[in-house]
């Protein structure tokens, strides 16, 4: 299958080299072409340029782009999209005046979803997931990291991460596992932590390997929840199954948890509400990639992780939903691309970065994914008409997609038959 977009207005984050990560000064430029074609065949990306260079291009489908504008899917490097139920009561406790803190502490919290998780049936956990998902990419998302983290038993751990795997395999979105296990101390393990360590250690992780779904482990590393040993102890132990750290880090407490991350190789440390010099100066001297979670921030009303500061000393930042029933219950990454402009103070070109290829490097797939390159995945938005990309953050809570092509296939958003002209 062949397809040609034509009259493309604005075609962005194109690199003609495998750009994999950006950085510091970088994350400013967004490479653009003007009044562009892009060619794609089956689910790869194998030309692009200026219209006047289109002339010749035969596809089997031709698409006229007039006015829109064409850019890779948003990449959500870090979301907890399989969950049962909700936390509305969370909401409205918050609402009133309660911490997280103190509803996680009058039975709320991640152990009261684990509780609904532990008692939901495989498939009907599978079919709220996989509705959850679908909604993302007609957002525009195409690849996406899910965590476990809401089972906090051998038996639901493992459930979670079966769920993930069918998710994998039946949709067309790019998806990444993750095993976060040490996401609360369970109930039952109150009195002695340890034990619960233990179990993730000796019996999960070995159980989780043998099923070769995650390839990254995660801790929230955080007072209360695991602290810096609990975390070593878990990191060290995976790093034997090869599993590479992702982890909660500075969420409400800046404690070493950053620099701990790099010790252990981690491909990304996120959420950094609290961030101080110590952790930016770990960052330097690393391969590992500060994430940003300003959905959180905006429905917790805790503060937002300084963008600023990690730009400008010369860090890379991704940016990503957290998508979780608990502190960020919208996988929306067009609202996370205005947040990230809002109130993290970014441009529009940096976000824009931020939620592609540099969320795409967040979960270890940049080199096929988060720009427009020559075989690249043909993971696509397709705007309505705007005059300018800036527009996209710019109305904020609004849908700028007319439509989606996700591993190579079209998925118009609304109303089908007017979305093509297909001449
Ligand atoms: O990323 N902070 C830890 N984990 C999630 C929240 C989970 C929950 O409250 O259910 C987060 O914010
Ligand atoms: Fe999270």
Redesign the pocket.
């Known amino acids: 299958m062949s397809v040609l977009l034509k009259n493309i207005k604005q075609l962005l984050q194109v690199h003609d080299n495998n750009v994999t990560i950006v950085k510091g000064e970088a994350m400013k430029i967004l490479p653009i072409i003007e009044n562009a074609y892009l060619y794609i065949e089956h689910d790869t990306i194998i030309e692009y340029g200026e219209m006047k260079y289109c002339e010749g291009i035969e596809a089997e489908t031709v698409i006229d782009a007039t006015g829109k504008i064409v850019l890779p899917s948003w990449c959500d490097s870090?979301t907890?999209l399989v969950y049962a139920g909700n936390r509305t009561s969370d909401f409205v406790d918050r609402i009133n005046g309660l911490s997280y803190e103190e509803i996680a502490n009058k039975g709320g919290g991640i152990l009261n979803s684990a509780k609904i998780l532990q008692k939901t049936n495989e498939e009907d956990l599978y079919n709220q997931a996989m509705k959850r998902l679908d909604e993302l990419i007609s957002m525009g998302t195409g690849a996406v990291e899910i965590?476990t983290g809401y089972g906090l038993t051998v038996a639901a751990e493992l459930k979670m991460l079966r769920v993930i795997k069918r998710i994998k395999l039946e949709s067309l979105a790019k998806i990444i596992p993750t095993l976060l296990a040490a996401h609360a101390i369970p109930e039952a393990y109150k009195a002695d932590k340890n034990n619960y360590i233990e179990l993730i250690i000796n019996d999960l992780i070995p159980k989780a390997k043998a099923l070769n779904i995650a390839h990254y482990i995660d801790v929230f590393c955080e007072k209360g929840y695991f602290d810096l040993k609990d975390t070593e102890q878990i990191l060290s132990a995976a790093q034997q199954f090869d599993l590479r750290p992702k982890l909660?880090v500075n969420q409400f407490n800046s404690f070493g948890g950053v620099a701990l991350g790099v010790k252990y190789k981690a491909i990304s440390v996120?959420h950094l509400e609290q961030l101080n010099s110590n952790d930016i100066d770990a960052l330097k001297a690393s391969h590992t990639i500060p994430v940003a979670?300003p959905g959180c921030s905006y429905f917790l009303g805790i503060p937002y992780t300084p963008a600023r500061k990690l730009i400008d000393a010369g860090l890379p930042l991704a940016i990503a939903t957290?998508y979780?029933p608990g502190t960020a219950p919208s996988g929306n990454m067009n609202f996370v691309v205005s947040a990230a402009c809002i109130n993290l103070k970014m441009t529009p070109e940096e976000a824009i970065n931020a939620a592609t290829i540099n969320g795409a490097y967040a979960m270890g797939i940049s080199n096929m994914y988060g720009s427009i390159t020559r075989g690249k995945k043909a993971n696509l938005i397709i705007t309505k008409p705007l005059n300018h990309y800036k527009e996209i953050p710019y109305a904020f809570g609004h849908n700028p997609i007319d439509s989606v092509v996700i591993n190579g296939q079209f998925k118009a958003i609304k109303n089908p038959e007017a979305n093509f002209r297909i001449s």
Do not use: Q, R, V
């Open positions: 870090h907890h965590k909660h996120d979670l957290d979780n």
